[in-house]
């Protein structure tokens, strides 16, 4: 079983910064893209950054030049580097993984537990 944690939500300021880390733990998986999707109160899940096998990055317009997504594949650790932060960003963020793991044909999805950012000042 593939387990997703993320960490470092919290309340910040406007315009400050937040990282938020994502450890994939578990079965092994041949990842195809791992990322972070957010969702505000009363709103849908949206796509916010992923990150491809070969690294290939595409964000959702919102956060393009302020957010930036990163890999440790040697840690199994993907990172969301949020900055400029604005009260719009203000969502439970939650980790995603699409992967095959070794023991099955097919790949699936993969969640975390999610971590609340609140901007506000």
């Known amino acids: 079983q593939v387990q997703l944690v993320e960490s470092g939500g919290g309340l910040v300021q406007p315009g400050g910064s937040l990282r938020l880390s994502c450890q994939c733990s578990g079965s092994s998986v041949l990842f195809n893209s791992m990322g972070w999707y957010r969702q505000a109160p009363g709103k849908e899940r949206d796509l916010v950054a992923i990150i491809s096998w070969s690294g290939s990055t595409t964000y959702t317009d919102s956060v393009k030049g302020r957010f930036t997504i990163s890999r440790d594949a040697a840690k199994n650790v993907v990172y969301l580097q949020m900055d400029s932060l604005k009260p719009e960003d203000t969502a439970v963020y939650y980790c995603?993984?699409?992967?095959?793991?070794?023991?099955?044909?097919?790949?699936?999805?993969?969640w975390g537990k999610g971590t609340l950012v609140t901007i506000s000042s």
């Open positions: 995603y993984l699409n992967g095959r793991p070794i023991s099955s044909v097919s790949a699936r999805d993969y």
